[in-house]
């Protein structure tokens, strides 16, 4: 069992930046894809970046791409979602959430079974 605690988000004005970490207890994150996610009211749950367990391969969304940088320490056992340029469409719960698989990132939410209680990101225009 895992458990996942992200921190970092809050108001922020638009072009502005947040750093998310998640930091993981109970159990090691290196035998993990790693992914964050976000859901926003009234909308489903949507990928937004994700990376393997050694943190070689990356992937975003596209609405993300060239904003967002994920990124992990397994020494720390926390990864970190940097966010740069936001716009009030990132406004959503932010979540982190370990997957099933190691080397392979997949945007399926079924397919994390450890999920974070996620934080909220408010971006004001």
């Known amino acids: 069992q895992v458990q996942l605690v992200e921190s970092g988000g809050g108001l922020v004005q638009a072009g502005g930046s947040l750093r998310l970490s998640c930091a993981a207890s109970?159990?090691?994150?290196?035998?993990?894809?790693m992914g964050w996610f976000r859901q926003a009211p009234g909308k489903e749950r949507e990928f937004v970046a994700g990376?393997?367990?050694?943190?070689?391969?990356?992937y975003y969304t596209d609405s993300v791409k060239g904003r967002f940088i994920i990124s992990r320490d397994n020494a720390k056992d926390t990864v970190y979602l940097q966010m740069n340029s936001l716009k009030p469409e990132d406004t959503a719960a932010y979540y982190c959430?370990?997957?099933?698989?190691?080397?392979?990132?997949?945007?399926?939410?079924?397919?994390?079974?450890?999920w974070g209680q996620g934080t909220q990101v408010t971006v004001s225009s």
């Open positions: 959430a370990a997957s099933m698989s190691r080397s392979t990132v997949v945007a399926n939410t079924g397919m994390y079974p450890y």
């Open positions: 109970g159990r090691t994150l290196r035998s993990s894809a």
């Open positions: 990376i393997t367990w050694d943190g070689s391969i990356t």
